[in-house]
């Protein structure tokens, strides 16, 4: 079978470009890359200054020691708040079944007292005696 002849639509020299990439930025003058990388210069010697200047104001024996013994007092801490709402979840889930069962234990004691009241039971059902008592 031939496939169908479908002409286009538009008559154009070129077809029309969807994902075309927009305008080319400028190239950045010079003035400004001068500039650029002499702040960038600048920012690395300070910082390597700043750098080689800390160890003489603080020991960082101490500043390391410190913050593992920071960091473990955090996690106890949170370790120790975790124990603490699981345990309050805990027992909030203890006195929702404690309701539960005061409510269940409520209705079926309303339900036998009420059999107990009518006193007539369902001459349907058969008790185990009388069961027995067919099968001899």
């Known amino acids: 079978m031939n496939p169908p002849k479908i002409r286009p639509l538009r008559k154009g020299k070129s077809p029309r470009k969807v994902f075309s990439k927009g305008r080319s930025s400028r ?5 400004r890359q001068l500039f650029e990388s002499v702040l960038l210069l600048g ?16 020991d960082a024996m101490v500043v390391v020691s410190e913050a593992i013994a920071d960091l473990i007092r955090g996690l106890s801490q949170l370790v120790e708040a975790a124990l603490g709402l699981a345990a309050i979840i805990l027992i909030a889930l203890l006195l929702v079944l404690a309701f539960v069962s ?6 079926r004691l309303f339900k036998g007292c009420s059999r107990l009241m009518r006193g007539t039971t ?15």
């Open 27 to 31: 190239p950045m003058s010079v003035g």
């Open 43 to 58: 920012f690395g010697a300070g910082a390597f200054t700043f750098l080689s200047w800390l160890p003489q104001k603080l």
């Open 102 to 107: 005061i409510i269940a234990g409520t209705i």
């Open 122 to 136: 369902n001459p349907h059902v058969k008790t185990k005696r009388s069961a027995s008592k067919i099968k001899r």
